[in-house]
């Protein structure tokens, strides 16, 4: 089972930009494919980003395209999550993925990362 621990969460101002981080455990961590959820008071965990286990591919939400970048250092083990031109609609506690499989498409996750929290003030 791997283990996911996300840090880079934070308080920012509209308009700036936040790196978040998962931190991973395990050596089969190049094996699986990594995501971004959130999840905003009162609503439901919802998808924002993933990519497969090379980083060949990616795949947004609609509401972050343009806006963030996912990425992987199958090196170091660790899934980033860049978010430029943050709005106060992306205030969520984000949660870093691990997917059963290589490719995101199959859409199981296996394991999560506790969240993190990113608050955007207007």
């Known amino acids: 089972q791997v283990q996911l621990v996300e840090s880079g969460g934070g308080l920012v101002q509209a308009g700036g930009s936040l790196r978040l981080s998962c931190a991973a455990s395990g050596r089969t961590f190049n094996r699986y494919a990594m995501g971004w959820f959130r999840q905003a008071p009162g609503k439901e965990r919802e998808f924002v980003a993933a990519l497969n286990w090379n980083g060949g591919s990616t795949a947004y939400a609609d509401s972050v395209k343009g806006r963030f970048t996912i990425s992987r250092d199958n090196a170091k083990n660790t899934v980033y999550l860049l978010m430029n031109s943050l709005k106060p609609e992306d205030t969520a506690v984000y949660y870093c993925?691990?997917?059963?499989?290589?490719?995101?498409?199959?859409?199981?996750?296996?394991?999560w990362g506790q969240g993190t929290q990113v608050t955007v003030s207007s």
């Open positions: 993925a691990a997917y059963r499989d290589s490719y995101y498409s199959g859409g199981v996750v296996r394991s």
